[in-house]
């Protein structure tokens, strides 16, 4: 009923270009989860919320990969980007700090019509917090929360997942 995406978008462009992909592509709602590194460039943070407030409909702002930052700050500057944006020109925006969560509340959130995008993390197979990196997979936990709501498995992509034309850690 509606399209779920995993995307590698870590980068303030490659958010955008999702984002701006995905739009026509979508008869209702855009639901962004999408966090930022920790031990990255901090000043791209609350550049990446502006982008996906204006981009689009409901932004969760979640953990990515926080390192050795703490978490609440990173979420925090994403939030400030996002809440600068004048309020007739952006989504919704909410922060659900865990991340499995957040995917779970945008999937819980959606309709038929609407795009799930999950970015920031891609392919990737952990998080890593607090210099320990814990099994993590954006896919996996997408697919899981699908099923716990009654969808089936639905196909995936060759390498399952849509690759953003970036490149490089960020």
Do not use: W
């Amino acid at each position: 009923p509606y399209l779920a995406i995993v995307d590698y978008s870590h980068k303030p462009a490659a958010v955008a270009g999702a984002l701006q992909a995905l739009r026509p592509l979508t008869r209702g709602r855009l639901l962004v989860v999408l966090g930022c590194g920790g031990d990255r460039d901090r000043a791209k943070r609350p550049v990446m919320g502006q982008i996906a407030a204006r981009g689009a409909d409901l932004v969760i702002v979640t953990d990515d990969n926080p390192r050795s930052e703490e978490p609440a700050a990173i979420r925090r500057a994403m939030l400030d980007g996002a809440l600068a944006v004048p309020r007739g020109e952006r989504g919704e925006v909410r922060e659900v700090a865990d991340r499995a969560a957040a995917i779970a509340a945008a999937v819980r959130e959606a309709r038929p019509g609407d795009t799930v995008l999950v970015a920031g993390k891609g392919h990737e197979t952990g998080q890593e917090i607090a210099g320990t990196v814990h099994p993590f997979d954006d896919r996996t936990v997408l697919r899981a929360a699908l099923r716990a709501l009654g969808f089936p498995p639905a196909p995936t992509t060759s390498g399952d997942e849509i690759r953003s034309h970036e490149g490089g850690s960020g």
